[in-house]
């Protein structure tokens, strides 16, 4: 079963409005982190902004935030007054806590295809 | 913020060499390091995890002996696509971690490009 589940294979947003990119997980483990990545055409993997499970408040890192939604298990992440270099594909991921204490498997979603235009 | 080189960021070879890419935590020791491969317009493929000084674990389907991936200190990891077929072209790219008690450190490389003729 998918872990990481990223609905939406493209979206378009106008530059200046705001853009919700959706994704839900699915985990039995108590501890685990969601993370959002940003790959532009270059192919480097950026990191936008991370939300652990124990984390009271949502996770904000300038006009990233993250909607985290614990009990429907869903992490979606919102881009504020887009700008034509947000312009990528994003990625969904988590790691969960491994109760071994091993290392901590990464998985991804298939992710989101952002077009902004003018 | 923690830094990741890769290298080469991209190589085209002929099918049968084999090819060497290195991965490389510059600020920062990675007690443990992560190989992914890319296709086109897909997600990220976990390949292997690499602790320092063990063996590397892979994940299902992948051939240790076709993808060795070496982890000899805390700043470096290779991973030598051995015998390269046209198959093997993909995007590669591995990704660092500084704690393995700590699940938001995950620091990812540029990637590498492999193309093999």
């Known amino acids: 079963a998918q872990k990481i589940t990223q609905t939406q294979p493209g979206m378009f947003v106008q530059e200046k409005e705001a853009v919700t990119l959706d994704c839900t997980y699915d985990t039995s483990d108590p501890s685990y982190g969601l993370f959002w990545y940003k790959q532009p055409s270059s192919g480097e993997m950026i990191f936008l902004i991370y939300?652990?499970?124990?984390?009271?408040q949502n996770a904000t890192e300038g006009r990233y935030s993250l909607n985290f939604q614990k009990a429907r298990k869903s992490a979606n992440l919102v881009i504020s007054a887009s700008q034509l270099g947000d312009s990528a594909m994003y990625f969904c991921?988590?790691?969960?806590?491994?109760?071994?204490?091993?290392?901590?498997?990464?998985?991804f979603g298939r992710g989101t295809s952002l077009i902004v235009h003018p | 913020g923690a830094v990741v080189s890769q290298h080469p960021s991209r190589v085209i070879c002929k099918s049968g060499t084999s090819v060497k890419i290195e991965c490389r935590s510059l600020d920062f020791q990675a007690t443990t390091m992560f190989w992914y491969r890319q296709f086109p317009k897909q997600s990220l493929m976990l390949m292997a995890t690499s602790n320092e000084g063990s063996k590397a674990t892979y994940e299902q389907g992948v051939e240790k002996d076709k993808f060795l991936i070496n982890h000899a200190s805390l700043t470096l990891s290779t991973l030598t696509v051995t015998s390269a077929h046209p198959e093997d072209s993909s995007f590669y790219i591995c990704?660092?971690?500084?704690?393995?008690?700590?699940?938001?450190?995950?620091?990812f490389g540029p990637g590498t490009r492999l193309l093999v003729l």
């Open positions: 991921a988590m790691r969960e806590g491994g109760k071994s204490g091993g290392s901590y498997i990464p998985t």
């Open positions: 939300q652990g499970s124990y984390d009271q």
């Open positions: 990704s660092a971690s500084a704690d393995a008690l700590r699940l938001e450190t995950q620091y």
